[in-house]
């Protein structure tokens, strides 16, 4: 009987969130078929990104800048963290980490497909001194996160690369 009614009621939350318009994410199609990565080879960003576009979209990631129709160039990264409380000591309880992505996308000619662009990820965190070594990996953690965000923004915003468009 419970089985039931909880079948029923998976049911219903998928019929509901289907009448809403909720799909999942399928493979995006991109305007280009092949990207090229300029970013350094041991870059974990670099790797994400290609990850993400091998899996989801319709690009083939190559290794040779003159075989790219578009390439995705990294022009900075940062990681801050910033004070968002502090105790009654004066020491810090909480903080907002942030990681800060910029990056461009040209034509192998030089022509910007896509100008300089900044993606700004947050992240809050609780302090805690007596538990500094899980709060380090609680960070680490969050910046991994963060970056994933960051990547399915620039992979979305790949979709918005228009040849007709671009200056020449």
């Given at each position: 009987m419970r089985r039931r009614a909880l079948l029923a009621g998976v049911a219903m939350a998928a019929f509901a969130a289907g009448g809403c318009g909720f799909q999942l994410r399928g493979a995006q199609k991109l305007p280009v078929d092949t990207l090229f990565l300029a970013l350094p080879a041991n870059s974990p960003l670099g790797a994400e990104i290609a990850r993400v576009v091998r899996s989801s979209t319709n690009a083939l990631v190559v290794t040779d800048r003159k075989q790219a129709q578009a390439i995705l160039?990294?022009?900075?990264?940062?990681?801050?963290?910033?004070?968002?409380?502090?105790?009654?000591?004066?020491?810090?309880?909480?903080?907002?980490?942030?990681?800060?992505?910029?990056?461009?996308?040209?034509?192998?000619?030089?022509?910007?497909?896509?100008?300089?662009?900044?993606?700004?990820?947050?992240?809050?965190?609780?302090?805690?001194?007596?538990?500094?070594?899980?709060?380090?990996?609680?960070?680490?953690?969050?910046?991994?996160?963060?970056?994933?965000?960051?990547?399915?923004?620039?992979?979305?915003?790949?979709?918005?690369?228009?040849?007709?468009?671009?200056?020449?």
């Amino acid at each position: 009987m419970r089985r039931r009614a909880l079948l029923a009621g998976v049911a219903m939350a998928a019929f509901a969130a289907g009448g809403c318009g909720f799909q999942l994410r399928g493979a995006q199609k991109l305007p280009v078929d092949t990207l090229f990565l300029a970013l350094p080879a041991n870059s974990p960003l670099g790797a994400e990104i290609a990850r993400v576009v091998r899996s989801s979209t319709n690009a083939l990631v190559v290794t040779d800048r003159k075989q790219a129709q578009a390439i995705l160039e990294l022009l900075g990264e940062s990681r801050e963290r910033e004070v968002l409380s502090i105790n009654a000591q004066g020491r810090a309880r909480e903080y907002q980490l942030r990681l800060r992505t910029t990056f461009r996308v040209v034509a192998p000619d030089g022509t910007e497909l896509i100008a300089p662009t900044t993606l700004t990820a947050r992240r809050d965190i609780a302090f805690n001194e007596s538990e500094l070594l899980a709060k380090e990996s609680e960070e680490a953690l969050l910046y991994r996160d963060m970056q994933s965000d960051l990547v399915r923004q620039m992979v979305t915003r790949l979709q918005g690369i228009r040849f007709d468009a671009a200056p020449r």
